[in-house]
């Protein structure tokens, strides 16, 4: 089945699977341990998530139905704003979760993320598919403000939540792209040496880089965060290369075990 035919089952299935097989992005952090997705439970085949919203939405939906799927957990609140007068928001809880083995509460926060390792006069910088968003940043905003938010505002959780313990928890899936010509993978603080890695080129290299005869297929959006063994069995659309192209594309290449990410000519400094 083509891509452009997949189903919204389709779809929900590997990005099921894809969370509890891919491997975490980000390391356990001093502010937050690795939450253990191995162990989620599988919906229903005939469960479907909406596709028609940003990827970070999508696979928060994923997960949410899947702890709903898990005997081990209760999911208590999603999307818990924590407001400290009208209008003024300090920061949102993605998850609240009681581990039913320990009685203990849980807060967790999910990113799928994928930066493309640029090296640089300065060192490297690992930008996302917008170069506004890099690795660094994402990593000091989880560290300081959104994995701190239990200890920082407990008065503002809704009552109930206040006098319990709260155990932090962080899920980052996604890929680092290294360049087809970089000598050795980037090493950055915290990324998991285990995680997802592919290879990332400009629009203009592609045609040194690829055979004339090479399968090139598009990975749509809401498949990013799925490793390639577990799209093995789904057909995608054919990718043809346009040199005008203005935002990243996923790609899977014929025979390879890893993805490709294909960046307009001119990433990263002219998408500031």
């Not at 790609?251 to 294909?262: L, S």
Request: charged share 25%; net charge negative.
């Amino acid at each position: 089945m083509k891509s452009g035919c997949l189903s919204s089952e389709d779809v929900s299935q590997v990005l099921f699977q894809s969370l509890i097989e891919a491997p975490a992005l980000v390391e356990d952090l001093p502010e937050g341990a690795v939450f253990a997705s191995e162990f989620l439970g599988m919906p229903p085949r005939e469960a479907a998530i909406n596709l028609q919203q940003k990827l970070g939405y999508l696979y928060e939906d994923a997960l949410a139905m899947m702890l709903e799927a898990t005997p081990q957990y209760d999911l208590l609140e999603r999307g818990i704003q924590l407001r400290k007068e009208a209008g003024h928001t300090l920061g949102e809880l993605d998850f609240l979760v009681r581990d039913l083995a320990s009685a203990r509460l849980i807060h967790l926060e999910l990113a799928v993320k994928f930066y493309l390792a640029v090296e640089t006069e300065s060192g490297f910088l690992l930008s996302g598919p917008d170069a506004r968003d890099n690795y660094f940043r994402k990593l000091e905003k989880m560290r300081s403000h959104q994995l701190m938010l239990v200890q920082k505002y407990r008065e503002l959780l809704p009552e109930r939540f206040r006098e319990q313990e709260i155990v932090v928890k962080q899920l980052v899936h996604g890929c680092i792209f290294d360049h087809v010509n970089a000598s050795r993978p980037v090493e950055a603080e915290f990324l998991n040496p285990n995680g997802r890695r592919g290879k990332w080129l400009h629009a203009y290299e592609c045609a040194g880089h690829f055979g004339k005869d090479s399968l090139l297929e598009v990975i749509p959006k809401s498949l990013w965060p799925v490793p390639l063994d577990i799209l093995a069995g789904l057909e995608l659309e054919k990718w043809e290369l346009d040199e005008n192209m203005n935002r990243c594309e996923m790609i899977r290449a014929h025979g390879c075990d890893f993805p490709y990410f294909i960046a307009p000519n001119g990433y990263p400094e002219k998408f500031f």
